[in-house]
């Protein structure tokens, strides 16, 4: 390789470095909020009067869900709560009217469970409009984040080999 090229070539190579270091530490820090986008899931639940309505995820540890739902029907109220694998209640909101908002951090794997109780009205159904976003981890990582981390460490190691290159003599 010519002198001209291989200056060229590092020159390249340090620029390349640079945007993937760029584009690195963007996702490592908008992942989350990317991953949310793309996790959005939005339905409705139809809970009758006197029942119980369910809706479970499978968690790895450190994945998370965050939503909100509103309720109509009646007085626009219901009990919700969730459980652990285990059938422990970790979170319970009580009788909730309205719109309510929730997360949750699996601090174990397993089947988690959201509860919509309507056991309490005797006559009138209730819909629930729920919106929900999962972010999943890699080894304790939030996916683009781990992704993000490794574009970076490749963009620092293209910037350091541009750098440093030397022509063959």
């Known amino acids: 390789m010519k002198e001209e090229e291989l200056k060229k070539f590092k020159k390249s190579l340090v620029i390349t470095g640079i945007v993937i270091t760029m584009f690195g530490i963007f996702s490592t820090l908008a992942g989350p909020a990317i991953l949310t986008l793309f996790t959005k899931k939005t339905g409705s639940i139809d809970v009758p ?19 909100y739902f509103s309720v109509r029907g009646g007085n626009d109220d219901i009990r919700f709560y969730i459980k652990d694998p285990f059938g422990k209640t970790i979170y319970a909101s009580g009788i909730v009217t309205g719109r309510h908002d929730f997360s949750l951090t699996a601090n174990t794997e397993g089947a988690y469970t959201l509860y919509f109780e309507n056991s309490f009205s005797w006559v009138t159904p209730k819909r629930i409009y729920l919106t929900t976003s999962v972010i999943g981890t890699i080894a304790g990582f939030k996916a683009l984040s781990l992704s993000g981390f490794i574009l970076m460490i490749l963009g620092v190691v293209s910037i350091v080999v541009g750098v440093v290159l030397k022509p063959k003599r």
């Open 49 to 67: 009067p006197g029942n119980c309505m369910t809706l479970t995820f499978h968690f790895d540890v450190n994945d998370e869900v965050e939503g």
